[in-house]
């Protein structure tokens, strides 16, 4: 078992701090189990579980564009790339966070974080105010829309379930359950639209900003990342090699 773990199990409420402060924390060189993620998941709050494409216990799902010799995917998302977005926006559920664990890497492929506490506090004041009043809507069908592949492996219940259910409302403006910290919360790749509406370019200007407080990560085996999905989103380029990630999702419903 890792450095890390033995420290966590300790000392998780000064690595939740930086998690809050900065929206994200590194670790490197880290030789971790499904148990051992999953400890770290729950000392954050109470973690998601899974339907398949898990790796030794439900809540750890396998990231990947590895597949069987009869071509079956190992993971989810494949290898493209994946635009700007806050995990499972389109959901009618609430995930604040989620942890990257870095099994196997023979890709330059990066992942990038922009932390959107950031981009609100350089906003000015009168745009602050003005953006308290938005409410995005967020819908899962754009993602093949305007990336032309599945992504997430969604039954066909879940899919009717969600065209039932409608897009997701969410504040523009998430206040943090923990911190009190407020973010834009835009997850551009489901948006479908917000109310009222933006204006021509505004969006755009918006993601430009986003881009002036962002951090690129290029894996590398044995990295572990934790991040705050409600102040930070992220995006991936493509895959030009085989990659392997596990990821644990949380709340902050139990255990912050």
Same mark, same amino acid.
């Given at each position: 078992?890792?450095?890390?773990?033995?420290?966590?199990?300790?000392?998780?409420?000064?690595?939740?701090?930086?998690?809050?402060k900065?929206?994200?924390t590194l670790?490197?060189?880290?030789?971790?189990?499904?148990?051992?993620?999953? !400890?770290?998941?729950?000392s954050?709050?109470a973690?998601? &579980?899974? %339907?398949? @494409?898990?790796?030794?216990? +439900?809540?750890?799902? =396998?990231?990947?564009?590895?597949?069987?010799?009869?071509?079956?995917?190992?993971?989810?998302?494949?290898?493209?790339?994946?635009?700007?977005?806050?995990?499972?926006?389109?959901?009618?559920?609430?995930?604040?966070g989620?942890?990257?664990?870095?099994?196997?890497?023979?890709?330059?492929?990066?992942?990038?974080?922009?932390d959107?506490?950031?981009?609100?506090?350089?906003?000015?004041?009168?745009?602050?105010?003005?953006y308290?009043?938005?409410?995005?809507?967020?819908?899962?069908?754009?993602?093949?829309?305007?990336?032309?592949?599945?992504?997430?492996?969604?039954?066909?219940? !879940?899919r009717?379930?969600s065209?039932?259910?409608?897009? &997701?409302? %969410?504040? @523009?403006?998430?206040?943090? +359950?923990?911190?009190? =910290?407020?973010?834009?919360?835009?997850?551009?790749?489901?948006?479908?639209?917000t109310?009222?509406?933006?204006?021509?370019?505004?969006?755009?200007?918006?993601?430009?900003?986003?881009?002036?407080?962002?951090y690129?990560?290029?894996?590398?085996?044995?990295?572990?990342?934790?991040?705050?999905?409600?102040?930070?989103?992220?995006?991936?380029?493509?895959?030009?090699?085989?990659?392997?990630?596990?990821?644990?999702?949380?709340?902050?419903?139990?255990?912050?």
């Amino acid at each position: 078992m890792s450095e890390l773990l033995g420290d966590a199990r300790t000392m998780h409420q000064a690595i939740k701090a930086d998690v809050f402060k900065y929206g994200l924390t590194l670790m490197r060189g880290q030789t971790l189990t499904p148990d051992d993620l999953f !400890e770290i998941a729950a000392s954050f709050g109470a973690v998601l &579980k899974n %339907r398949d @494409l898990t790796e030794g216990r +439900p809540e750890i799902l =396998r990231i990947s564009n590895k597949t069987d010799e009869a071509g079956k995917a190992l993971g989810i998302l494949g290898e493209r790339e994946l635009g700007w977005h806050n995990d499972y926006s389109h959901k009618h559920m609430d995930l604040h966070g989620a942890l990257l664990y870095a099994v196997e890497v023979d890709s330059n492929t990066v992942t990038s974080w922009a932390d959107m506490s950031g981009v609100y506090e350089a906003l000015l004041e009168v745009d602050k105010q003005r953006y308290e009043s938005y409410v995005g809507y967020h819908a899962f069908e754009l993602l093949k829309e305007r990336y032309d592949h599945e992504a997430y492996r969604v039954s066909a219940a !879940e899919r009717r379930l969600s065209i039932m259910r409608g897009p &997701k409302r %969410r504040p @523009l403006v998430q206040t943090h +359950p923990i911190s009190g =910290r407020k973010a834009l919360y835009l997850s551009p790749t489901f948006l479908s639209h917000t109310e009222p509406p933006m204006v021509d370019g505004e969006l755009n200007t918006l993601l430009g900003l986003a881009e002036l407080h962002m951090y690129d990560h290029v894996w590398a085996k044995g990295d572990l990342i934790v991040y705050d999905n409600l102040t930070t989103m992220h995006r991936r380029t493509a895959l030009d090699g085989q990659r392997v990630l596990w990821r644990a999702q949380f709340d902050y419903a139990h255990g912050a």
